[in-house]
């Protein structure tokens, strides 16, 4: 009678606990426990889980240095430089700013793979230029600070493209490869929806920078803009694995803060390394209790059963592809993309794989589809961080950001329907066969 009920206490203990308040990984961890006693297996599996899970695990070691090479970037000056590239190079076109700041997440999402650290950094100091003396709407500055963010963990290196990696047991490296065409799809069409509204509203173009200081703005952000071709070059050579290349982005974050540009002090690397701890232990909380969570779904046979609900509709793989979009849209309105990525993305990786997916294309078109989670409403993350960085009301947001969610569906089909321009780079690079 009792392991009759143990999945479903188990479920209703994790809703109940979340909506009480309880953090995710605490909630699943919890949960998780109830079912083995009610099922009468060995609680020590849980414990077992999380050391092969996580601990066991070198691809999840990536995850923290990435933490801290973001946290180095952003205390160390360094996405100063890399702003006054970014207005040399497109400052001068309609919706300078705009445009600057697409530019900047786009740069900076080769050092940080989170788009919450885009926001929090650059994202915070391109908004306030864009509404200083009313320049743009407060609402639009927020709106495409948030859009733009969301290209940080498309484009390599990506927090969430190596929990995917640890959940489907692909390879990190084509992962990478195989977010860059998407990443740079969304920078060149939010750049061309910028210039048609700068037109239609009026927006101000950004005084010229002259040619003559070109060479000195290069040259100072030379340094940072080579850590992605550092990195991407390493692995694709075979100089290192992913996780290596993540300790690698790591230190050359530090030499760059406190060498070349001296701008990070004693003070500021201990703020930076607590930084990274809290946030490092919010995340393996996360993934320790998804990893006992998804032991007990696969005892429990739930991927399978997916299968078979999605095989009595006979679907295909565009079918298939459909029907994960619009749930995935619509859980990103209320889930976090940890949750997303770590309990309810295992469900649906056996099915496309039956249905001939590749799960390398699968992965980004999944990690596509959480992104756009971070902008929409009600939940959308980076808008209520932005509010709480820069001030702006929730609501002048909301009217703009739809516009910007709208395009980067569009821009989501294209991708999911033609899985070449995520596949091509990994396939030349011989990362896959």
């Known amino acids: 009678m009792l392991v009759a009920l143990a999945l479903p206490v188990m479920l209703i203990l994790l809703i109940a606990s979340t909506v009480a308040g309880m953090p995710m990984g605490i909630a699943m961890i919890v949960s998780s426990i109830f079912y083995l006693l009610l099922a009468g297996r060995d609680v020590g599996l849980a414990a077992e889980q999380v050391l092969n899970g996580v601990f ?103 927090i969430p493209m190596v929990f995917y990696a640890l959940i489907s047991s692909t390879s990190v490296g084509a992962l990478f490869l195989g977010g860059i065409v998407p990443a740079l799809l969304i920078v060149v069409v939010l750049g061309i929806v910028v210039m048609i509204m700068a037109k239609l509203r009026g927006f101000p173009v950004e005084e010229a920078i002259p040619f003559r200081a070109f060479p000195m703005i290069i040259l100072q952000a030379l340094p940072p803009l080579m850590m992605p071709i550092i990195l991407l070059g390493g692995i694709y050579s075979g100089a290192f694995t992913p996780t290596e290349a993540a300790a690698v982005s790591a230190f050359y974050a530090l030499l760059l803060a406190i060498f ?76 976090d993309v940890s949750t997303i990525m770590l309990v309810i993305t295992p469900l649906f990786i056996p099915t496309a794989a039956a249905l001939g997916i590749d799960l390398h294309h699968f992965g980004i078109v999944v990690v596509f589809n959480m992104m756009i989670g971070l902008i929409t409403p009600p939940y959308g993350i980076l808008l209520f961080i932005i509010k709480a960085l820069n001030g702006i009301p929730l609501g002048e947001m909301i009217r703009e950001i739809w516009l910007f969610v709208g395009v980067l569906i569009a821009l989501l089909m294209v991708i999911t329907y033609w899985p070449d321009l995520s596949l091509w780079l990994p396939r030349y690079a011989g990362l896959l066969g």
């Not at 993934?287 to 299968?307: D, M, S």
């Not at 095989?311 to 298939?320: G, I, L, R, S, T």
């Open 56 to 158: 066991g695990n070198f691809v999840a070691l990536a995850v923290p240095l990435f933490i801290f090479a973001a946290n180095v970037m952003n205390a160390g000056q360094i996405s100063d430089r890399l702003l006054k590239f970014a207005l040399a190079m497109v400052g001068r076109l309609p919706g300078g700013l705009a445009q600057v700041n697409i530019l900047t997440s786009l740069i900076f999402s080769g050092m940080s793979g989170s788009a919450v650290s885009d926001v929090a950094g650059v994202g915070k100091v391109l908004t306030n230029m864009m509404i200083k003396d009313n320049r743009y709407p407060r609402g639009f500055a927020g709106a495409i600070t948030a859009t733009s963010s969301v290209v940080g963990p498309i484009f390599p290196p990506s």
């Open 260 to 335: 070349a540009y001296r701008a990070l002090s004693l003070r500021q690397f201990w703020d930076v390394v607590v930084s990274t701890v809290k946030t490092t232990a919010v995340v393996t909380l996360v993934l320790c209790g998804a990893f006992i969570f998804n032991y007990v779904v696969t005892i429990e046979r739930i991927p399978q059963e997916v299968f078979l609900f999605f095989d009595q509709f006979e679907m295909n793989a565009a079918m298939f592809f459909l029907v994960i979009n619009i749930l995935y849209l619509v859980l990103g309105c209320f889930l």
